[in-house]
């Protein structure tokens, strides 16, 4: 492949250095910006691996990027698609692009641009590679949110009957169900009971172990919602997920707690973790917690394929109805919601916001498929006049150096 490198004539320029097919970038200034640029042909349809590495300034972001165009054979017009390289960072000075993708119809041409940008330093790439492959397949996730609504004059025992009666329902109407998510802490709803009467150990309980003799049945993974007791006292609002032999699989704790929560002694959580599940990686967000942007944007950078969203209620259609939706927008991500409020839907979005299934059945469920390894792209964005991948751009675009966050 040949490369050619260019600079703006706007900016200090940038040294340039070809040597043994690595690609040098030097930016004299913070103020700047190089590119090489090189191309080679393609075939429509096919499976095509991009990689590379790339020799990065200690600490660098967004400023080291690889980005694609795919072209077709007529030079004149302009690209039909782009797309970013996923990179992760091996060692502070050390990043690995690697990433597959379709090559879109009636594309014969891909060109290949390293930048470097707004960082004074050297960054190397090198070892670029341009493989055809099968095309990516469809990852089919199959998926249900409950609607729970607690028990009349409840108690622990008509509260876990409703649990069981919709846990057997979904499961015997739904065949080969990937994940099953349930309401925050809907088992214990509307029990006159003191926060450590309520609060159950993790692995152990009523809620986990009914969760666990289902999953292992039924082979299916499942997310529900309890307080937490901890061996030291300490007591969290937890999410758990239970995987498809009945196992604890991982844990989330509720960060963003309600000021009735923090008078009541539960203990909040300390991050985002994601999840590697059988199909992908899921994050986890717990009521309040969806209230706060940076709760769905830092699943996001954590790596979260799937959002799902356990909560109690929502007071105002106003803000549900198009919250939930933003959120998966921001964010390029789908989402499951599941709830025990009477009025409220528990739903299953799509990565654009679309609502795909929503019910408000007392003991029903939402149910739909997703493609994970679907992108909705949208024409322009920061590409055009081509089309462009939210799921990618709103993170590689991002100037986290700018934020106070």
Request: glycine content about 6%; some cysteine; charged content about 25%.
């Amino acid at each position: 492949m040949e490369w050619k490198a260019s600079a703006p004539d706007t900016v200090k320029p940038p040294v340039f250095s070809q040597e043994d097919g690595s690609l040098s970038i030097e930016l004299p200034v913070a103020e700047s910006v190089g590119m090489w640029t090189g191309e080679c042909g393609v075939r429509p349809g096919r499976g095509c691996r991009v990689s590379a590495w790339a020799d990065v300034p200690a600490e660098v972001k967004n400023n080291a990027s690889l980005v694609l165009s795919w072209c077709r054979a007529d030079r004149s017009l302009p690209p039909e698609q782009r797309d970013y390289v996923e990179c992760r960072d091996d060692t502070p000075v050390l990043r690995r692009f690697d990433e597959t993708f379709t090559v879109p119809d009636g594309c014969v041409r891909l060109e290949i641009m390293c930048m470097f940008k707004w960082r004074a330093g050297r960054t190397v790439f090198r070892d670029i590679r341009v493989d055809e492959c099968a095309p990516l397949p469809k990852r089919m996730v199959r998926l249900a949110a409950a609607n729970i609504k607690p028990a009349p004059a409840a108690t622990l025992e008509k509260n876990l009957q409703i649990f069981e009666d919709a846990l057997a329902h979904i499961c015997r109407s739904v065949n080969d169900l990937d994940l099953i998510v349930f309401p925050e802490c809907h088992t214990f709803r509307g029990v006159n009971a003191s926060m450590h009467e309520r609060a159950e150990a993790l692995p152990g309980g009523v809620t986990y172990s009914l969760c666990s003799r289902y999953a292992a049945q039924y082979r299916t993974w499942i997310v529900a919602n309890i307080h937490e007791k901890e061996p030291n006292g300490q007591i969290h609002n937890t999410a758990f997920i239970v995987n498809r032999e009945g196992k604890l699989h991982g844990c989330y704790r509720k960060v963003h707690l309600t000021t009735g929560e923090m008078a009541s002694g539960i203990i909040p959580g300390t991050g985002f973790p994601v999840f590697e599940l059988d199909f992908g990686r899921i994050g986890i967000a717990v009521c309040w917690d969806n209230w706060f942007c940076e709760s769905a944007r830092q699943l996001r950078l954590n790596g979260a394929e799937l959002l799902v969203f356990p909560l109690a209620g929502d007071a105002k259609e106003s803000h549900w109805s198009k919250t939930w939706s933003t959120r998966c927008i921001d964010n390029s991500l789908p989402m499951v919601v599941s709830i025990c409020d009477p009025k409220v839907p528990s739903a299953i979005l799509d990565r654009d916001g679309s609502w795909l299934a929503a019910t408000t059945e007392r003991g029903g469920f939402a149910f739909a498929e997703i493609d994970l390894n679907e992108r909705k792209r949208s024409f322009w964005l920061s590409v055009g006049p081509s089309f462009g991948d939210p799921y990618q751009l709103y993170i590689k675009e991002r100037r986290p150096e700018a934020y106070s966050w």
